[in-house]
C-alpha cells in the first residue's frame, strides 16, 4: 500500500478535526507518542475507515555516532504493527550524544563519515522493520563547516545505500534555502525524488534574519508555490500548536490539495 492524497498530523488536540475530514486519504502519529496503551479511539476509527496510518519517528537519533537503540527500534516496529502501517519515517538528524539529550533534532555534518554512520543505523533499524521507512532531512539554523556533499547529494548516497525512501518537507527546503541565502526552486535540484514516499509542508515564519520552520504558523505562499515542482504522490500537513478554528485549517488543507493537484477535502 503506497500512500497518496492529502494528510495530517495526527494530534489528541484536533483529534475531533481530524475525525471529520471526509476526503483524508492518511494521517501521521509521532511514533513515541502512543507508548504501550494500544491506538487512541479516534486513531482506531480512522484506521478502520482505511485511513492509512504513518508513525513518525523522533528519537532514534539516526545520525548519531552511537548505534541506534534495539528499544527504541522495537517501539518505533511496534507503532508501525497497531497502526497498521504502510510504512514508517524518521529524521535524518541526532538528537543525543555522549549520553546527553538535546532534546531537539540537530543538524548532521555533511561528511563522508557521517553518511557511514547514518548508514549503519537505517540498516539496524530496517532489520527490525517489517515495512520500508522514509526518511525525512531536517530543517536547519546553521551547518557545520567544511561539508564534504550538497545536501542533495548526502540524502541520494544515504537512500542508495540503504534502499529507504524519501520523506521530503518542502518547507523545510524552503527554510534552509532562505537560511543559505539560496533560492527555494532551485535547492529542489539533485534530490532524489524518484524515492519519494510523501511530502510534509508545514508553516513557519522570518525571525532574528532566519526563517525558523514553527508548524504553528500558516503555510507561507511562497512554500505552497514548491509543491507543483515536486509532484508529490501525497502531502502531509504538519501543524503542532496555537490550531486555528476549523473552517480556516479546512481552508488551508484545500490550498495544499489545489497546489498539489489533488481534490479538495471536502
Not at 551547518?143 to 534502499?163: C, H, K, N
Not at 524515492?195 to 500558516?218: E, N, Q, S
Amino acid at each position: 500500500m503506497s500512500l497518496s492524497g492529502l494528510g495530517i498530523g495526527w494530534r489528541p488536540e484536533i483529534a475531533g478535526f481530524v475525525a471529520g475530514l471526509p476526503g483524508l486519504r492518511f494521517v501521521e502519529v509521532i511514533a513515541e507518542s502512543l507508548g504501550t496503551q494500544g491506538l487512541p479511539w479516534t486513531l482506531a476509527e480512522l484506521r478502520d475507515r482505511d485511513v492509512a496510518i504513518v508513525p513518525h519517528g523522533v528519537r532514534l537519533s539516526l545520525g548519531g555516532a552511537e548505534p541506534v537503540s534495539d528499544k527504541r527500534v522495537a517501539l518505533l516496529a511496534e507503532a508501525a504493527e497497531v497502526t497498521e502501517a504502510p510504512l514508517v519515517s524518521e529524521h535524518l538528524a541526532f538528537v543525543r550524544a555522549g549520553g546527553l539529550e538535546a532534546g531537539h533534532l540537530l543538524p548532521l555534518p555533511r561528511s563522508w563519515q557521517a553518511v557511514n554512520a547514518v548508514v549503519a543505523n537505517v540498516r539496524r533499524t530496517q532489520e527490525q522493520l517489517a515495512v520500508p521507512i522514509a526518511l525525512e532531512p531536517i530543517a536547519a539554523l546553521f551547518e557545520w563547516p567544511d561539508d564534504d556533499l550538497t545536501e542533495a547529494q548526502f540524502v541520494t548516497e544515504i537512500l542508495e545505500r540503504t534502499e529507504a525512501l524519501l520523506l521530503l518537507d518542502v518547507a523545510n527546503v524552503y527554510a534552509n534555502a532562505l537560511n543559505r541565502g539560496a533560492d527555494p526552486e532551485s535547492s529542489l535540484e539533485g534530490w532524489p525524488l524518484e524515492r519519494l514516499a510523501y511530502v510534509h509542508i508545514a508553516g513557519g515564519r522570518l525571525r532574528d534574519g532566519l526563517y525558523h520552520d514553527t508548524h504553528t504558523d500558516p503555510v507561507p505562499p511562497e512554500v505552497l508555490e514548491l509543491l507543483p515542482l515536486v509532484k508529490a504522490p501525497a502531502v502531509l500537513l504538519e501543524r503542532d500548536g496555537d490550531y486555528p478554528p476549523g473552517d480556516e485549517l479546512r481552508a488551508e488543507l484545500d490550498a495544499i490539495a489545489a497546489a498539489a493537484g489533488f481534490k479538495e477535502i471536502g
